[in-house]
């Protein structure tokens, strides 16, 4: 098992807050600007309060970026213990319990997670194998339905095959109608200018009317689909 295996995957840890809140009545704020203190010491080599806090306490002791929480490992979990038995995470009073049982039990749980992290790994790369075959065997059909339409049937019929159905058929960036399975299939391609002027890639809308005469599948826009024309982001004006 190599290093990679024994990573911990970041859903399955503790935000930062909850985890300096396993120590009973932090002040979380100066727990936290602690605890980041010290991963930048280890790289440094500056002393916090006395401590040396080597790589290898630091290492993998915090996750997160812009787009996902910032959590706590509980490899991490450890490096604050040290930090609260160096006095360097301070409580709102000095009677406050000192009873760390909450964070030893998120520490010893790390060959736990490590387990169940190995598990997410192997049921992603499980699903992301059925998804490929899946989008394959999508395309394969899409192929041959553009050479031959008269073997697509009404359950091949969805704006997704209809997409590449024409896309296999006529190439990118183009529209039309044609018949399926009975089914009068139609695909406009929009073309839109941004609000700061960018043109934007082709957004393609596909729908169909069934033998019976139903319409199903996508409704294409009338007005640009930008923040001007949409009322969640108040027409593009400034929030209120």
Not at 12 to 24: A, T, Y
Not at 58 to 79: C, K, N, Q, W, Y
Not at 211 to 223: K, Q
Request: proline letters at 6%.
């Amino acid at each position: 098992m190599n290093n990679k295996d024994l990573r911990i995957e970041p859903e399955l840890c503790l935000k930062r807050g909850e985890v300096v809140r396993l120590i009973p009545d932090v002040k979380p704020n100066i727990a936290i600007r602690a605890f980041d203190e010290a991963l930048l010491a280890s790289l440094t080599g500056d002393l916090i309060g006395g401590l040396k806090i080597s790589r290898a306490e630091a290492e993998g002791a915090s996750m997160g970026g812009d787009f996902t929480p910032h959590v706590i490992t509980p490899h991490g979990a450890r490096l604050l213990r040290k930090l609260f038995e160096a006095g360097l995470v301070e409580q709102k009073t000095k009677r406050a319990s000192k009873d760390l049982s909450a964070l030893d039990a998120y520490i010893d749980s790390e060959a736990e997670l490590i387990e169940k992290s190995i598990q997410l790994r192997e049921q992603r790369r499980i699903d992301q194998a059925a998804e490929d075959a899946a989008r394959q065997a999508r395309e394969e059909r899409a192929k041959a339905i553009a050479a031959d339409p008269s073997i697509a049937t009404l359950e091949d019929i969805s704006a997704r095959m209809i997409d590449r159905i024409f896309i296999h058929a006529r190439g990118y960036g183009h529209g039309g109608v044609m018949k399926l399975a009975g089914c009068e299939c139609h695909k406009d391609v929009y073309r839109y200018v941004s609000n700061s002027g960018n043109r934007q890639p082709p957004k393609p809308y596909c729908w169909w009317f069934d033998p019976d005469g139903n319409r199903h599948g996508e409704t294409m826009p009338s007005t640009p689909p930008n923040r001007r024309s949409d009322p969640k982001r108040n027409w593009g004006a400034r929030r209120e």
